[in-house]
């Protein structure tokens, strides 16, 4: 029988790092490391306690650098002068691995003295390997450069391990100031002299190095291959840290080859995983990098939210020359979000630092950036000298991402200032360089330069050209990132292009390009929504669906829901994990059919698909921007079945937005959380006020329109205005009878069919929460149905519903609901016996169906960051629902019952929904005239 081998001392060096953090160490916390060496073996017990510490500050920096500062006064009592600066050099080495720059760089710099007045070169040569990365990690060149040559001194023919480490570190410096290809070439010689000695793991350390190299001149198979290389070799060795250093430049070569998704999942992990062992550097370089990802796929406001995080984290860290990049791409972000000023303050900080650097081809991609700003100032003489003065420096530092934005930039100045032929030169030159990563996710903005330089020239069908490549080049683009959430962000970009195509062609020649023009407006919509229904993603499995179950009753229930409680945080833990796991099983599936929903939306999206489906009724789009600004006003296209279209511009629609929707929506917000007796002296105190913000909203929105008299309309709506009270503004006009809009979410979603009452022998599902109102309401809905020939069989309970399998003509809910912006798992209703969520509607049930919402909040849409389920009306319209009545704020029992009464009277006689919404809001309106009671409530087909 083998006996077991005993661990050996360095086995052991976890356990001994914490018996002295749990405070169990004695004697300063050294007595860990005396009992291995023996009492008096201090140098044998000082030396334990370095490796134990560098070996620790690779797994876990932070825990490291404790250990160590609560040790040292004690060791120093015991050491000598080459053994306080060796305890010098420790704390400098946890320090850097914590991502503390600024300490590090004061310990490595005491250290290499203290060696050097010893006369200990060799030591002096190793600190210096530690001090050049410091240096070169800062920016600090010209020191970095005094140290290598040193370090170089004091190696020569002592320590060839050292000395090659020491280069590695000198290439290092190169490939951040940006001499790629001096470093490359020290990359190569380090790696090969590292592997011909049998030094494994610092050659992999080169390897991550000559990696990053590779990935910045394009050579993305050369550069995955090196980053898989050295994280083997970490992985086998236990450097954790450094393992994930390497994923880091795996999601790095995602990014670079398109993989959206796998990159994003990987920055993700990354982050959590970097502030878990406390190194904070990584975590702020993994910010950065996932700020340049999003910014690069046009997701600007978030990037640059993320990019102010991680600008703090360097600059707290003394990491100056990680902080002027990410100052300048901070203004990137912040000239697309409209903020030149703010973006030029960031741009002269980074620009004094790379000139304090000497860094050339920094300070020449700076410039440019302020060339740009001043563009978008309409300061283009300043511009346009300063980019000739640059013209030089493009030549002599050959970087096409640098020539690329620079002839960008150059074409937008020209166009402004009326030179159309110099500008569409420059852009086409921009857009042949503009190929690789992130440069190509600039093209369709380029694409659209050509096209307004080709238009002032008059070419007209060299116009259309361009805007064509640019609208399709952002819809694949959009199309790569498979993340929903993400894509969401990422359709400002999308939409401005389409925004400047649509405003381009009907200036040109709106009748000549009118076809052309309706085409890009089809196209223009919003596609993330008709995703969402389109991708089944509901279909969850049994496990999953119980635990879904679960948390959300017990974060919705009364009892469970302080902030405080234990309970209520592990079952949000449990919540965020499980959220992560279906984010990732949403991902793959929204993976594989992202190119089949790319090509049905796009011929969907196409008038040809949609306008025979108007059936003689004229289709309104609404193309509201908020951030586009006084030069490009929101507008609306009236769409005539034959396929004429006329652009009508809304110029009061953001000041009433701003100064009536808000106070009104705020008015009925206070009135839903009023106590009956209250509220009903509150609504006749702001009745007045209410119905005229009414009005003043119908003036603003759709007086322009010209809207037929007693007619039917379709509507789409779009994002912003989707919340708007659409049908009760129509019922507010002087014409009689009113307008009656139906709304879509989508043209592609307009149906052919009636959505009135069908006696098909289906039955109905009345849900209830077995409160007295709502049993009161689903009492007279039951009545009216079955007055219809129609089977209503009433529930209060969801597993009731759930195990029904009949085919229902009408689904109405009567119960208190509960919506919630950011967490699709905690919008639900409420039955007797658990909650109904979104997952629960089910085409099996529901094709064709009417679905009736007489819960607050029923037709606001959720806004998740990971799985999506956007709101009801996407449940229920990915269900199958022909039709949807819900509502736009909170609403009191009478005023449901009420609504109900008197729009199931009309359905269930054959009147159409929308046409049976208008009369019911009429006549609620006559018994209940403040709009709290009436206005509430929207329909869908």
Known sequence: MNAKRAPRSEDRGPARIDASLSGSGGRGGLTPWLAEAGEAQFDRAFDLFYRDVLAHGRVHPAQAREVLLQCRRAWTRHLDAVGRARLDRLEAHTHRMGGDMAAANRAYAAAFAAFDAAGEKVEAGRTAIGWLDVLALQGDFRRARTVADRGRRALRGRDRLASARLESNWGNALYLSGQLAEAATVFRGARRRLLAAGYERDAALISWNLGQVLLLHGQVRRARARF?????????RGFHSSALRCEFGLAAADLVEGEWTRASERFEDLQERFEQMGDERAAAATLWEFSRFLGAVGAESSAAKLGEIAHQKFDRLGLRRDAAHVSQLLARWLNGLGEPLEARVRLYDALDYHREARDRSSQLRVQIEVADTLVRLDRQDEALELLRKLRRAVREVADSTAEARYSACLAEVYLRRGKAGLALRHARRAYDLARAYPQKLERPDLAMICARACARRGQRDFAWRWIRRATRLVDRLQSEVAVTG???????????????AIDLLLEISPAHLEPKALDLIGRSLSSDLIEAILVDSMDLDRALGAAIERMREQLLAPEGGGGSDTRFRSTRRELNALEKK????????????????LLDLQSAAHPRSWLPRLQGHPLVIFDHAPDAGPKS?????VISPTGGTRRVELPDLDRALREVWSPLRMMMEAAAHMGADRREAFLARTQAEAESSMVALRRALLDPLELPPGQRTHVVAGEVLGGIPLEALAATANAEPAPILVRWPHPTMIRRTSSACRQDHRAAVILSDGRPNTRSE????GK???RASIPARRMSRQRQFVEQSRRLAALHVAAHGVYHAEEWMLNGIRLRDQWMGFEHLRPQQLQDALLYFSSCESALLSTTKRF?????????LRAGARSMVMTLWKIDDAGARDFARAFYTHWTAGVEVAESLARAQAEVRRSRPHPFAWAPFMAIG
């Open 868 to 876: 999506e389920m956007n709101g009801w009306m996407v449940a229920g």
């Open 633 to 637: 006003p929101s507008s609306a296209y």
């Open 486 to 500: 993400l894509r969401t962000q990422a359709s400002t970009r999308r939409r401005r292009i389409y925004r400047q």
């Open 582 to 597: 279906l984010s990732r099983r949403g991902r793959s599936r929204a993976s594989r059919a992202a190119s089949r929903i």
């Open 228 to 236: 898989v290389e050295a994280k083997k070799v970490f992985t086998t």
């Open 778 to 781: 689903c009492s007279e809905v």
């Open 784 to 786: 009216l149905l079955r």
